[in-house]
């Protein structure tokens, strides 16, 4: 773990113990003081990198050349200013497509209806009844008034079954219409149905594609999502729209949608400019917002855990020798990073605030990008019961001093609190007015007399 104080504001350590001399019968690697209170700091150092408070690479959303460009490299912008437009004929002939096809809907489903035709017996029965009448006729010219009777019974009641017949066959051919319907009527429910709903699907999508056409006409416009300043980009020139950026570009509503793709170096591609040929998914113009500058620092972990929100930090950048920055932590990140000695690093985002030189005047404001180093107040105790770093002797996961009692030393095992470079804070082990070893405390033994 790196720790540091911060030189500016921490007492000498003649200042923080009352160091006594040696005497003749004293080793002279070994001094004795008092325990005092003073103020202690803990920093932690980790090297970070300034950044924006947001950046939008715009890209161009379809094929086409760049009609005008407004802006130039460097400038400042407002949100909603208007950057650059393209000239598609390729994208409004998609959006003038989906429009046609939105129109076109699917014919309407009719369920039959079937009606069988009734039988005409009408000729047939005017024959029928002709021949009932000559055999009534013929029944009235017998003489004998019985048989006579008889055969006339005979003959109508032969006429009433024939009419009775005609009838049930009308009600037949009625009932059997009636069922073929009802089995028609089933089975095309369901088809109905099918088709209606694959009717609206299609007229969702056709929708859709309009809506993704329309969105892909309207950011030939190209404006800005916020203010900040304008970097302007370089495009594959052709207009060809090759590789992925050329796959992507078939697909509808792409252009400012796409992806960050690698452009190969900031060198390689034609510089944009009015009437260079673009394709889809090429970087027009780059806004990055500097109203508030970012640290993102990269904390060992072995220190990350002593972060909080709104920890203080001082900030000194490389391109500004000789001024210091204040910075607060706004978050700490949770993805550990791999470090090059094989140990992980955690990231932490701080705010950049003002920085000034050490004569006070105002140091200039950086830009992204930059590299710092962040010196972060993890701990700070104004009156806190200290002891030099020195003074301290590890054994296993205990932290022990040599207290000096009736002249003799004795181990004292100690808790301790904020760690400075020079100082350490003591939280229980000792008082003050104590009298520890405060240099060659590793070669002191218990039971050794000391003045």
Wanted: proline share 5%; with cysteine; net charge positive.
């Amino acid at each position: 773990m790196s720790r540091v104080t911060l030189r500016r504001g921490v007492a000498p350590l003649l200042v923080l113990l009352a160091l006594t001399g040696c005497t003749s019968e004293e080793p002279s690697t070994v001094q004795v003081g008092e325990v005092k209170r003073a103020p202690v700091t803990e920093v932690v150092e980790a090297p970070a990198t300034i950044g924006a408070r947001a950046s939008a690479t715009l890209r161009s959303p379809a094929q086409g050349t760049i009609a005008k460009l407004y802006v130039r490299e460097g400038d400042r912008v407002r949100k909603g200013d208007i950057l650059a437009k393209i000239r598609s004929p390729q994208a409004q002939s998609q959006l003038q497509q989906a429009r046609q096809a939105s129109k076109m809907s699917a014919p309407a489903t009719v369920t039959p209806n079937v009606r069988l035709p009734s039988l005409d017996t009408r000729a047939f029965d005017r024959k029928v009844a002709t021949h009932f009448a000559k055999a009534r006729k013929e029944a009235k010219k017998v003489e004998d008034a019985g048989a006579r009777k008889q055969l006339l019974n005979a003959i109508e009641l032969a006429q009433t079954q024939h009419e009775e017949q005609t009838k049930a066959l009308a009600s037949i051919t009625a009932q059997l219409s009636r069922s073929i319907n009802g089995v028609l009527s089933g089975v095309t429910s369901g088809l109905s149905s099918s088709m209606a709903s694959l009717q609206a699907v299609s007229k969702s999508q056709a929708k859709a594609a309009v809506k993704a056409a329309e969105s892909t006409v309207k950011s030939l416009t190209i404006k800005a999502p916020f203010g900040g300043v304008v970097t302007l980009g370089r495009v594959s020139g052709d207009g060809a729209g090759s590789g992925v950026e050329g796959l992507l570009s078939q697909l509808p509503g792409g252009g400012q949608q796409l992806p960050s793709l690698p452009s190969g170096g900031s060198s390689s591609g034609t510089p944009v400019a009015t009437g260079v040929p673009v394709s889809a998914g090429d970087s027009i113009v780059t806004v990055t917002d500097v109203s508030k500058l970012l640290l993102d620092a990269d904390v060992d972990e072995t220190d990350v855990l002593l972060v909080r929100k709104g920890v203080k930090a001082a900030v000194e950048l490389d391109a500004v020798p000789g001024a210091t920055y204040t910075a607060v932590v706004t978050g700490i990140g949770v993805t550990p990073k791999e470090g090059t000695t094989g140990g992980v690093s955690y990231p932490v985002r701080l705010t950049l605030g003002a920085g000034a030189f050490d004569d006070g005047s105002k140091a200039p404001t950086p830009k992204p990008g930059m590299s710092a180093v962040t010196r972060l107040t993890v701990r700070e105790s104004p009156t806190a019961v200290s002891a030099p770093a020195s003074a301290i002797v590890s054994s296993g996961r205990e932290s022990v001093v040599w207290v000096v009692r009736n002249g003799v030393a004795e181990r004292q095992a100690v808790k301790l609190g904020a760690q400075g470079d020079a100082v350490v804070e003591v939280l229980s082990g000792l008082s003050v007015g104590d009298r520890i070893v405060v240099k060659g405390a590793d070669s002191v033994r218990g039971g050794q007399r000391l003045p």
